[in-house]
């Protein structure tokens, strides 16, 4: 019998979710929710599900696993609303925008019986699967980086500039970045770095130097008005006479030696939702609902991105250098 599976946000990111789901034979797509109705009521129509406009309403529907992919900063509600029905969560990125709404989302998945997956889509992206390999098996053991993830810009659309909606610059892009240098790196010990408030109402430029406990030694930059000048997003990885380099989702290189051959992989002509990865995290979480695995990003994942961002903001506003783990905060 195929999982019933809701979808609550109906904005672009949904879509994508809808329209993967929509092919995997193992789903049944038993109803989208929306606050405007009528979002709710299109893309239902263009998937063949039913228009709801509330979590409960999913819910009492009956599906065994709800994505929730609303704005950033309405995450924790549904998400602990959902783990406390015992219904499997997948959670867009970032799980919260603050530490203590990503501790309730991390408690309550330690304490519920459903699994709560985070949409850190990247990790499934065919460039940085590539890196990722050469690290894992030995090949490249990572000394030092340099990491670049820019935004053009935060007017389309326009509630990108609404740190209300986003929680910041930080949390709505470059998070993506926090959670592939742990997940690429290791846990992160210290942060610390300068940011600049140059265009928008907020800061929308940051220069930072990361060094992890692994002894890997990093530095991060990240603007939100740069233009989309290719390549946005890149990330360098250096090991002894070895350098990996990706290039947004695009392209990613081996040098494996001063005069050594370049290995590279060219993923320019997949179709966007699997080169970005987000045919394979809806496959994986799928997989999970139907007890074949455990999530492939985890809530202690979600929690320790949130922690990251958390420490870099904290560092550029009181100048200092942030060591890592933070304080949990208390419980409210």
Sequence with gaps: MAAKIGILGAGFIGRVHALNL??????ELAGIADVVPEAAARLAGEVGARPFQSLAQLLDAGVRAIYVTTPNATHVEPVVMALGAGVHVFS???????????GQIRDAARKSKALCQIGFNRRFANVYKFAKRLIADGTVVPKVAHMKMNRGELKQPPWTSDTAVTGGFLYETPVHLFDMMRHLMGEVAEVTGWAVRSVYNEPDGFALLVRFRSGVIATFATVAHT????????VEIYGEHQAVVTEEMERAFFSSGIRAEVQAIDCAQMPFEEKWGYVEEDRLFIDAVLGERGPAVTAEDGYRATQLVEAVYRCVREGNPVTLPLKDPAPR
């Design 22 to 27: 929509r092919k995997d034979s193992r789903v």
């Design 92 to 102: 867009e990125k970032p799980m919260a925008t603050n530490l203590a709404g990503a």
């Design 227 to 234: 233009t989309w000048l290719f390549p946005f997003e890149r």
